[in-house]
T-cell receptor
Framework: GQNIDQPTEMTATEGAIVQINCTYQ??????LFWYQQHAGEAPTFLSY????GLEEKGRFSSFLSRSKGYSYLLLKELQMKDSASYLC?????????FGTGTRLQVFP | DVKVTQSSRYLVKRTGEKVFLECVQD?????MFWYRQDPGLGLRLIYF???????EKGDIPEGYSVSREKKERFSLILESASTNQTSMYLC???????????FGPGTRLLVL
């Protein structure tokens, strides 16, 4: 079976750091995507991890452990515009498998 | 920049109507996808296509069909719309050489 687990909601304060965790169990695995989705808008690509380890891209970093079926998205220096849903999506051969997403609210 | 466009942002249809949702991408991508997104369920794959005239069923194809007559265009068809097909529909595309999928703005469909 296929299962992706991430928290439903998180809150944080502007300027803070937040880590959004994702655990997954899939029948095949090639890598893991993170997408950001603002309310009423399309998902936009944030990161793609294939190998174990941390990949940093500006204020956002993504970590993957293939052996543990675990990933996290780290957001630093939070801004109000980071309020959005964050979707964890393992990639299996040719398809993305989406979790239900984590809705992050950033407060002043 | 990759651009994926969808024919309508909002659509209201009646039960039993035939509904066409159009998606066009301008990056010469081989792969195109149709998802629906519902609260608490995330994005679920309806159909996808790796080439013109080619289609594959996703996880929830029942009640839907697709058409890919041209490389840049992928249409989702609801043969006889039902109220449980009220949803946000998202189209995406990707190339054969890069796994990243790029999404269109979505069509919010309401079936009355």
């Amino acid at each position: 079976g296929q299962n992706i687990d991430q928290p439903t909601e998180m809150t944080a304060t502007e300027g803070a750091i937040v880590q959004i965790n994702c655990t997954y169990q899939t029948s095949g695995f090639n890598g893991l995507f993170w997408y950001q989705q603002h309310a009423g808008e399309a998902p936009t690509f944030l990161s793609y991890n294939v190998l174990d380890g941390l990949e940093e891209k500006g204020r956002f970093s993504s970590f993957l452990s293939r052996s543990k079926g675990y990933s996290y998205l780290l957001l630093k220096e939070l801004q109000m515009k980071d309020s959005a849903s964050y979707l964890c999506a393992p990639y299996n051969t040719d398809k993305l498998i989406f979790g239900t997403g984590t809705r992050l609210q950033v407060f002043p | 920049d990759v651009k994926v466009t969808q024919s309508s942002r909002y659509l209201v249809k009646r039960t039993g109507e035939k509904v066409f949702l159009e998606c066009v991408q301008d990056m010469d991508h081989e792969n195109m996808f149709w998802y629906r997104q519902d609260p608490g369920l995330g994005l679920r794959l309806i159909y996808f296509s790796y080439d013109v005239k080619m289609k594959e069923k996703g996880d929830i194809p029942e009640g839907y069909s697709v058409s890919r007559e041209k490389k840049e265009r992928f249409s989702l068809i609801l043969e006889s719309a039902s109220t449980n097909q009220t949803s946000m529909y998202l189209c995406a595309s990707s190339s054969q050489t890069e796994e990243t999928q790029y999404f269109g703005p979505g069509t919010r469909l309401l079936v009355l």
